[in-house]
């Protein structure tokens, strides 16, 4: 009987490997120290590996923005579970949530697979978590923020991966979760349309984890990275920033009044 293909098989580093080397091997001996970048692969964003969410988790994936199929929440070889589904593009990849109709079932394997039909074998199992023993309903908090500043490198080399897209830098971020643990929290950045108006009940525009020191960048600054911000050719824009929890509450957001002089959207 054929079985799905899973993350743990060694296929998907086999295949990233793979490219790398052969771009190196048919790349000019002068080029081979330049930068090689692998495509965009499917990946699960949340919830945090080795985690055990709460019941009432969603998922989160980056996925290439032109992939097809659909992505499935599951127990284990079983069929998928309910859930409202929603896309939205952060660049090449776009981020794709799961919020599950209802609560998983207390103490449970399930899995997260992306399926598609033509493709042999068809599904493909990249991510399994085991849930914990509650529901979290309780919203995290932005307990500080520091600046929030436009940049953008305009001596990039691209023979070093650096990217000279703009991008946000937030600082001094201190974040607190009373319903679970806040290093587990994503930065999600929604910016104003063209109206003016900032509407954080769409999809954020950018969503990113959160670094050492309270640091996070919104856009990237690697070539490499398939992510990327779209900011507006103005003086500046407007940003609303909250932390979002595993099972999607959200904080109060925090706007702010970001400066693009000098930037080149």
């Known amino acids: 009987m054929l079985r799905d293909l899973r993350y743990d098989d060694g ?3 086999l295949a990233s490997l793979g490219c790398a080397l ?3 091997a ?3 001996e002068s ?3 330049a930068c090689s970048c692998v495509g965009p692969q499917v990946s699960l964003l949340s919830p945090a590996a080795g985690s055990a969410p709460a019941t009432t988790t969603h998922v989160r994936i980056l996925a290439p923005s032109r992939s097809g199929g659909a992505f499935v929440l599951r127990e284990p070889g079983g069929g998928p579970i309910a859930a409202r589904i929603t ?3 952060m660049g090449s990849v776009d981020l794709v949530e799961l919020a599950p109709e209802a609560a998983l079932a207390p103490g449970t394997r399930y899995e997260i697979a992306h399926v598609v039909p033509e493709r042999y074998p068809s599904t493909y199992v990249f991510g399994t978590f085991r849930t914990g023993a509650a529901a979290d309903a309780q919203a995290p908090r932005i307990d500080a923020l520091g600046a929030v500043t436009a940049q953008q490198n305009t001596n990039a080399m691209s023979s070093a991966c650096q990217s000279g897209a703009p991008r946000v830098l937030v600082e001094g971020l201190r974040v607190s979760d009373p319903g679970g643990d806040p290093s587990r929290l ?3 950045a929604w910016l104003e349309d063209a109206s003016g108006k900032v509407d954080v009940k769409r999809s954020p525009a950018f969503v990113t984890g ?3 020191g309270g640091r996070a960048v919104l856009g990237n600054v690697s070539i490499c990275d398939p992510r ?3 900011l507006p050719k103005a003086p500046s824009v407007k940003v609303a920033l909250a932390v979002v929890d595993e099972s999607g509450n959200t904080s109060a957001p925090r706007v702010v009044q970001v400066s693009l002089a000098g930037i080149s959207p």
Do not use: E, N, T
Request: proline share 4%; net charge positive.
């Open 186 to 188: 994503l930065l999600a």
């Open 31 to 33: 080029d081979v120290r």
């Open 11 to 13: 296929v998907k580093h």
């Open 22 to 24: 052969a771009l190196v």
């Open 228 to 230: 990327s911000l779209a």
């Open 87 to 89: 896309r939205s593009g």
């Open 210 to 212: 959160i670094g050492d």
């Open 26 to 28: 048919l790349a000019p």
